[in-house]
């Protein structure tokens, strides 16, 4: 009996198997957590991105007359603008509308679909946002 108590007391004690039980435990949180940075990481690169490109559009477009040549103009500044932002891809880019309203305050909007990007392929570990981002940028015409 007491050989058995003295085996039990030095499994108990041994400390040499500590840090792989640690490790098994924690690896898989940080994985996630690391996952989680890179795919959150490059979404709001992207977002940021549209954003960008919705502002330039819409400060290019000032120049236009009339309401058709504000859209043209705002479409062409992100077809040769958009090759700067290599998370985007011009396919998948739509400029959803371009209006002036009553105030006088010309409103580009963009929708860029994102379903393509590989973080949307990763396996479901962590919640993502919608795939389809919406961004508007207005700006004053003429005086103030």
């Not at 004690?13 to 795919?39: C, K, Q």
């Not at 058709?68 to 985007?88: D, H, K, W």
């Not at 105030?103 to 946002?129: E, H, K, Q, W």
Request: proline letters at 4%; hydrophobic letters at 50%; charged letters at 10%.
């Amino acid at each position: 009996m007491a050989d058995k108590t003295t085996h039990t007391f030095l499994f108990v004690a041994d400390r040499r198997g500590a840090a792989a039980v640690e490790f098994a435990i924690i690896i898989p949180v940080f994985v996630m957590l690391l996952i989680g940075i890179f795919a959150y990481g490059s979404y709001l690169s992207v977002v940021h991105g549209v954003q960008q490109l919705t502002a330039e559009a819409a400060r290019a477009s000032i120049a236009g007359v009339t309401d058709a040549e504000r859209v043209s103009l705002a479409q062409s500044n992100i077809s040769s603008n958009i090759g700067g932002y290599p998370f985007l891809t011009a396919n998948d880019l739509v400029v959803q509308s371009a209006a002036t309203n009553g105030a006088g305050t010309f409103s580009v909007t963009v929708r860029y679909n994102a379903a393509d990007m590989f973080i949307f392929n990763l396996p479901s570990l962590i919640p993502m946002p919608s795939p389809v981002i919406v961004r508007t940028a207005a700006i004053q015409r003429g005086g103030y």
